[in-house]
C-alpha cells in the first residue's frame, strides 16, 4: 500500500509537466519549420565563409555585369556612366546582405535549429526513458503482487518469503528509477518554460537584424542618388519633346526651342506655298523618324526639306506634347477671359496685358512663333492658311486647361476660346510685337543668297556652319555641298534679344492697329 501511494502521489505531482510537454512538442515543430523558412529566404550558400559566400550572391554577379558593361560602353556614354555607378551601389549592397546573412545564420538559424533538433528531442527522449522504466516498475509490482498471494497456499513459507522480499526490493529500486526520471524530466521541462523568454528573444533579434540590414541598405542607396542624378542632369543630349520649356532652354543653352527654330527655318524654306499646311496630317513614319532626328540633334535632316507637312506636324507635336502649354497654364483664365470682351479694341488691350504676363522664355518662343505665324498668314491666298484657319488648327496646341483630360477634350473644351485669342494676335502681330524677328536667332542656321530670278518668292536653305565656328551639340541642317550648286553663304551675326521690364512696372501697350 505505502508503493502504490508512492507512485500516484509522484502522478499527481507530474500532473502540471505534461501541459508544459505538450507546448514544448509545438515549440519545436514551429521552430523547425520557421528554421526551414528562414534557410530559403537567404541568397547565399549556408555555413559557407564570408567572402565565397559574396560571390555567391545574384546581387554580386548584377554588380559584376553592371561595371563590365559601364568598362564596355565607357565614359562618353551617360549609360555606361549609370551602370558603372550602379554597379558599385549594387556591390555595396551585396556586402550588406552578406554580412546580415552571416549574422542570421550565426543569431537566429543556429540557435533555433538547437533548440529544435536537440534541446527539445533530447527533454523528449526522457519522456520515452520514463515510459520504459514505468513498463518496468509495473512489471515488478505485478510480479511481487502475485508472490505475495501465493504466500498462504506455499508449501515452503520461509522461502515464499524470501522470494516476495526480494520482489518487493526489485519494485522499490523500479519504483526509484522511475521518481528520479521523472525528478530529472520535470526539471528539465521547467528549466525550459523559464527559458521561453529566451527562445522567443530569437525572433526580437530577427527583426531587429533585418531593420539594420534595411537601414544601412538604404543609407547606401541614398549615399549613391546625388552622384547618379548630378550625371543624369548634367547630361546634355536629352530629348527636346516632352521636356518642359525652361528646362530645355537650360541645358541646351538656347533662347529658342529647337524643334521649334529648326522647324521654322525648314518650312521657311520649303513651306511657306504648301497648301493646307499644319491642316494636313503627315505620314506617321516620316513624322516619327523627324521627332527623333530633332530629340537627338543629328545633322542628317535633308530628306525633310521635301516634306513640309512632317516638319508642321513635327513642330505641331512639339507644343502639344510640352508638359505646360506655351501659353501657361497661369494664364489660362486671363486669355479666356480677355476672349470674352466684346469690343474689339478692348479685347486686343486685354490680350496684350495677358501675352505681357507671360514668363520671359514663354513669351520669346511665342513672340518667335507668332510672328512666323504672321509670315505664313500672308500667303493665305497660296497656301489657304489664313489667321483663322492657323488657330483652328494649332491654337488648341498652345493653350489648354491643366484640369483637362484628353487632347480631344482638350480641344472641344478650348477650340473657341482660343481662336479668339490666337486669330486677333496673329493679324496684329506686329502690333503685340512690333521688333522685327531674326528667325535664325541661334546663329547656328545659314542663309543661301538667291541667284538672279529666283522664282516667286525667294528660297532659304540652312547651310554648314561658318569655319571656325565653335561646333554645338545641337548643331545640324548642314547644307549638302553641290558642284551644280553655287551660292554664298552669310550667317546672322546677332541673336534675338528680348526685352525685359524693370521689377514692379509694367510696359505699355502701343497704339491699337488702325
Known amino acids: 500500500r505505502d508503493v502504490n501511494n508512492r507512485y500516484q502521489t509522484a502522478t499527481r505531482r507530474n500532473q502540471p509537466v505534461k501541459t508544459i510537454e505538450r507546448r514544448m512538442e509545438l515549440v519545436r515543430l514551429v521552430s523547425h519549420n520557421a528554421h526551414k523558412r528562414l534557410v530559403t529566404c537567404l541568397q547565399g550558400h549556408i555555413g559557407t565563409e564570408a567572402e565565397k559566400r559574396h560571390k555567391k550572391l545574384p546581387l554580386t554577379a548584377l554588380s ?27 556591390s555595396r ?3 550588406e546582405l552578406m554580412q546580415h546573412e552571416v549574422q542570421l545564420e550565426r543569431d537566429i538559424l543556429e540557435p533555433l535549429n538547437q533548440l529544435a533538433e536537440v534541446d527539445i528531442p533530447n527533454i523528449l527522449r526522457q519522456r520515452k526513458q520514463l515510459a520504459k522504466l514505468v513498463l518496468d516498475y509495473d512489471s515488478a509490482r505485478a510480479r ?13 513459507y520461509q522461502a515464499t518469503v524470501a522470494k516476495v522480499e526480494t520482489l518487493k526490493d526489485e ?32 525572433y526580437v ?12 541598405s538604404l543609407a547606401a542607396l541614398e549615399g549613391v542618388l546625388p552622384t547618379i542624378q548630378a550625371q543624369n542632369d548634367s547630361w546634355m543630349e536629352k530629348p527636346a519633346y516632352g521636356t518642359a520649356l525652361e528646362e530645355h532652354l537650360k541645358r541646351s543653352n538656347r533662347e529658342i526651342a529647337l524643334p521649334l527654330e529648326a522647324c521654322v527655318m525648314m518650312l521657311l524654306e520649303t513651306g511657306m506655298k504648301e497648301e493646307g499646311l499644319f491642316r494636313i496630317a503627315a505620314g506617321a513614319s516620316k513624322l516619327k523618324k523627324l521627332k527623333a532626328a530633332l530629340d537627338c540633334s543629328t545633322s542628317q535632316l535633308e530628306e525633310f526639306y521635301s516634306d513640309p507637312h512632317a516638319v508642321a506636324g513635327a513642330l505641331k507635336s512639339y507644343l502639344r506634347e510640352l508638359p505646360e ?9 486671363e486669355w479666356t477671359q480677355a476672349s470674352n470682351v466684346s469690343d474689339p479694341d478692348r479685347r486686343l488691350q486685354a490680350l496684350w496685358v495677358a501675352c505681357d504676363g507671360l514668363p520671359k522664355n514663354h513669351k520669346a518662343n511665342f513672340r518667335y512663333l507668332v510672328k512666323f505665324l504672321a509670315k505664313l498668314a500672308q500667303d493665305s491666298e497660296v497656301n489657304k492658311m489664313t489667321p483663322s484657319n492657323i488657330a483652328i488648327v494649332l491654337g488648341p496646341n498652345l493653350l489648354w486647361s491643366k484640369t483637362e483630360g484628353t487632347l480631344a477634350e482638350m480641344a472641344a473644351a478650348t477650340s473657341v ?30 542663309a543661301m543668297t538667291p541667284e538672279p530670278d529666283p522664282g516667286p518668292f525667294e528660297r532659304r536653305r540652312p547651310g554648314s556652319l561658318v569655319e571656325g565656328d565653335t561646333p554645338r551639340k545641337d548643331r545640324y541642317l548642314s547644307y549638302p555641298r553641290s ?32
Open 64 to 90: 559584376q555585369a553592371m561595371q563590365d558593361g559601364g568598362s564596355q560602353l565607357g565614359e562618353e556614354s551617360l549609360i555606361g556612366k549609370m551602370m558603372d555607378v550602379c554597379g558599385e551601389a549594387e
Open 93 to 95: 549592397l551585396a556586402s
Open 144 to 156: 511481487w503482487l502475485q508472490a505475495s498471494k501465493s504466500i498462504h497456499f506455499s508449501t515452503n
Open 171 to 202: 519494485m522499490d529500486e523500479a519504483l526509484n528509477k522511475v521518481e528520479m526520471c521523472k525528478d530529472q524530466l520535470s526539471a528539465d521541462m521547467y528549466n525550459f518554460s523559464s527559458k521561453e523568454g529566451d527562445y522567443a528573444r530569437y
Open 205 to 216: 533579434i530577427l527583426v531587429e537584424a533585418q531593420a539594420d540590414y534595411h537601414r544601412r
Open 325 to 333: 502649354p506655351l501659353m501657361t497654364f497661369a494664364l489660362y483664365d
Open 417 to 446: 476660346h482660343v481662336v479668339a485669342i490666337i486669330e486677333p494676335i496673329i493679324q496684329h502681330a506686329d502690333w503685340f510685337f512690333p521688333d522685327d524677328v531674326d528667325f535664325n536667332v541661334s546663329g547656328m542656321f545659314v
Open 483 to 514: 558642284t551644280a550648286v553655287s551660292a554664298l553663304y552669310v550667317v546672322a551675326d546677332e541673336s534675338i534679344t528680348v526685352k525685359e521690364t524693370p521689377a514692379g512696372e509694367q510696359e505699355q501697350p502701343m497704339p491699337l492697329p488702325s
